[in-house]
Every structure is written in structure tokens, then in C-alpha cells.
């Protein structure tokens, strides 16, 4: 009898961390298993907002797929997908195809952008390496621009970011940290620089405890970060963000917009005929698809409801990673012919948002609430636990945030 093929599509927190789990609990003979990625790394999203305001190298946030896969055990193919065949169990990529008894599908997220006239065309998102590297770059060349133009333009130094949500909050708070260093090496006085956070709910960090809310804003307007609440973005052009506040218009000068309000799924889940809701799919309790057993879906691509709110749970890099653990469980049963699958129950341990490097909130171990450095602490934790996890303690010594006093 053939060994089944089991294909994993993404090298994301969930399809990584499927590809680590396996390659631990399958051997060789028991299964061949690929690893699909465009790129030969893979990289912590959740440090993205360091890299895009440059307070963080990207060389730190992207980790070489080689370095915590074992090429003997998990063929890795460095290729784009292009297109999925459920009903022939293939996966067409760039430059050839693959044929699956098994597939997980991690493909992860894309900028859902509400049809805001000029948003895709004029906005930064902070959703890849190469995305987090332009913003930075953009900010440093303005910066830069500023003093060499006969006529200074205050749109070079005003940076919008849309979305008071977590990814919002964090790039804020780093980029509040990075302004005063960046008016210092480019002769710039730092009120001339505004940071503008616009926010269409009516509070920021739409969901979190009111204190903690509080404490951050706090936080970042003492830094100079300038918030527009219940404010909706109507238009982004070149050089101005429109929004509505009010029933009034305003505008802002800025050729600098960082979207971080929105995502959905990858588009291809639904080119490919999977039913889904803005590219994520309805899944069994066990993570599979409902249309084909076969196929398992983790992190930004699968829609989970939480009971107890009847909400999607959010699709955070916590719930992607023990996605990953319950998929490579179930894969593994099914290797060996067990066909009972244990259902994904989410195990949430709390959340914590940086305030820039210095400060940051957050819930843990039954709701307690976390400010200031024990929270950066935490967080440093949290992100040294899941490299630990990944590729042992080598990983967290080279990639680690081990700086907790600082």
C-alpha cells in the first residue's frame, strides 16, 4: 500500500507548525509530506508592526524554513499556489502540481478594504515581509524628502493609520516610539510630525476591557499619537485620507496610509470553490472542510464560532498555532487508520498588546489584568514560548526576545 500524500499549503503559524508536529509524529514510511510556501521563510507575523515602523530588523521576524524542518521527513516545495481541485485532490502551483490524499490549508490573510474609494491604490498594509519593509522605507524617504524640497510638504510627516484594532494599536505605538528618533537623524522638530489613528468604532480596541482601553490611549496620546474616534475613512487619494466624523468631512494631508482595520481570507480558498465567508471556510468540529472530508483548514483561512458569544473566534496567531496541533494530531489517527478525530476546542490563555517596545496591556490566566512592563514582559514570554515550541531552545537563543529589562 502506497503511503498517503499529505500537502500543507503556507508556512504561516499554521502551516508550519502542522509541518513540525508531523514530522515528530509520522516517520517517512508512514506518510509523504510536502510543505507548500512562496518564500523559503517563514515569519512571526505578529512582529510585522516592528519591522514596518523600524524598530525591529525583518532579519529577526522571518525564520528559514530549514532551520525547524527536516527536508528528510517533509519535502518542502518553494512555489506559489495558483489554483486547488478538490474534486481531483490536486493543487496547481506556478510551476507544476501536486496530487493529496490529505491537504491543510493554511494560506492565511489578505486587506479587506470595504470598497473605501482609493484605499487599495494609495494605502500600505502590514501583511508580509516585503509589505513591512516598504512602510519603513516610505516613512525613512519622507522623512528624508522633507528638508531637500524647496517648498516643505506636511504630508511627507503626517502618517495615518487606519484601525484602532490590535494591529492598529501595536504599529502605532511603535512608529511613537520611532518619530522621536527619526526627527533627530533627519533635523526635523517633532511637532511638525502628527500620527493620526482613525477609528470607526466608538472606542479603540474594539472588544477589550474599558481599562485597559483607557490605559492605552492614555499611553499613546502622551506620546503625541492623535486619535479620531467613531471616524469613518470615506476616500484615501495620493496626498489626503477623507474621513467622516460627526456628519462632518474633515480631511488630512498625508501620503503616508497604513491600513489595519480590516482582513479576510485568502481570495483563493473561494476561486477554488469552497464555500466561504470573505475567504474563510465553515469547517466540522474537527477542522475539516464541510464539502471535503479530506481537507483540513487552519488559522486566517477557518471560520470557527465561539458558543458562549456565537462569534467567529478572531483569526489571531493563538488559535492558528493550536489549530496546527489539533490538525497534526488528527492527520496523524488518520495515517494509522483511526478515524476518530478529536474535535478543536480553543484553549484561549489571554491577550496582550504592546504599546511600542516599553509598554504594552493585556488579559491573562482567568482575566487578570496586565499594565506597563509586567505586560511587555508577558509578551516577550508569549513570543519565546511559541519560538521554543517551533524549533526548541536554539531558536528562542538566536531569535528570542531576551531583553525584558529594557
Not at 278 to 299: C, H, T, W
Amino acid at each position: 500500500m502506497n503511503n498517503p500524500n499529505i500537502v500543507i499549503l503556507g508556512a504561516g503559524y499554521g502551516g508550519i507548525m502542522t509541518a513540525v508536529k508531523l514530522q515528530k509524529s509520522l516517520g517517512p514510511n508512514d506518510a509523504n509530506i510536502t510543505l507548500v510556501n512562496k518564500h523559503s521563510y517563514h515569519y512571526q507575523t505578529t512582529w510585522l508592526h516592528e519591522n514596518a515602523a523600524g524598530t525591529l530588523h525583518h532579519d529577526r521576524t522571518r525564520i528559514a524554513i530549514n532551520d525547524v524542518v527536516n527536508t528528510s521527513q517533509v519535502n518542502f516545495v518553494q512555489d506559489t499556489v495558483s489554483s486547488i481541485l478538490p474534486e481531483e485532490k490536486k493543487v496547481v502551483l506556478e510551476d507544476g502540481e501536486l496530487s493529496y490524499d490529505y491537504l491543510v490549508i493554511g494560506l492565511g490573510f489578505e486587506a479587506a478594504t470595504f470598497g473605501i474609494p482609493g484605499l487599495k491604490e494609495n494605502a500600505f498594509t502590514i501583511n508580509s515581509i516585503n509589505s513591512a519593509r516598504l512602510i519603513r522605507q516610505h516613512i525613512e524617504y519622507n522623512f528624508a524628502k522633507y528638508n531637500n524640497e524647496a517648498n516643505p510638504k506636511e504630508e511627507r510627516l503626517n502618517i495615518v493609520v487606519g484601525g484602532a484594532g490590535f494591529t492598529g494599536i501595536e504599529f502605532v505605538g511603535e512608529l511613537a516610539n520611532r518619530i522621536p528618533e527619526l526627527c533627530k537623524e533627519y533635523d526635523i522638530p517633532r511637532e511638525k510630525v502628527r500620527l493620526i489613528n482613525v477609528e470607526a468604532a466608538p472606542t479603540a480596541l474594539p472588544g477589550f476591557d474599558p481599562e485597559l482601553v483607557e490605559y492605552a490611549m492614555n499611553s499613546l496620546e502622551a506620546k503625541g499619537v492623535d486619535f479620531k474616534i467613531g471616524a469613518m475613512i470615506k476616500e484615501v487619494t495620493e496626498n489626503k485620507l477623507v474621513f467622516e466624523k460627526d456628519e462632518q468631512r474633515e480631511e488630512i494631508a498625508t501620503n503616508t496610509v497604513v491600513w489595519a482595520a480590516g482582513v479576510r481570507g485568502n481570495s483563493l480558498v473561494e476561486e477554488s470553490g469552497f464555500e466561504a465567508n470573505r475567504g474563510r471556510m465553515p469547517v466540522e468540529p474537527d477542522l475539516r472542510s464541510k464539502q471535503y472530508p479530506e481537507v483540513f483548514i487552519v488559522g486566517d483561512c477557518a471560520l470557527i464560532f465561539n458558543e458562549e458569544t456565537e462569534r467567529p473566534y478572531p483569526p489571531t496567531a493563538q488559535i492558528a498555532i493550536q489549530m496546527a496541533e489539533n490538525t497534526a494530531e488528527n492527520l496523524t489517527k488518520l495515517v494509522s487508520g483511526d478515524k476518530h478525530l478529536e474535535p478543536f476546542k480553543p484553549n484561549l490563555q489571554g491577550t496582550v498588546a504592546s504599546l511600542g517596545h516599553d509598554d504594552a496591556i493585556g488579559v491573562v490566566f482567568d482575566d487578570k489584568k496586565l499594565f506597563g512592563w509586567s505586560a511587555t514582559a508577558m509578551k516577550k514570554v508569549i513570543d519565546n514560548r511559541y519560538l521554543l515550541k517551533l524549533g526548541g531552545l536554539g531558536l528562542v537563543l538566536k531569535k528570542g526576545k531576551l531583553n525584558f529589562f529594557k
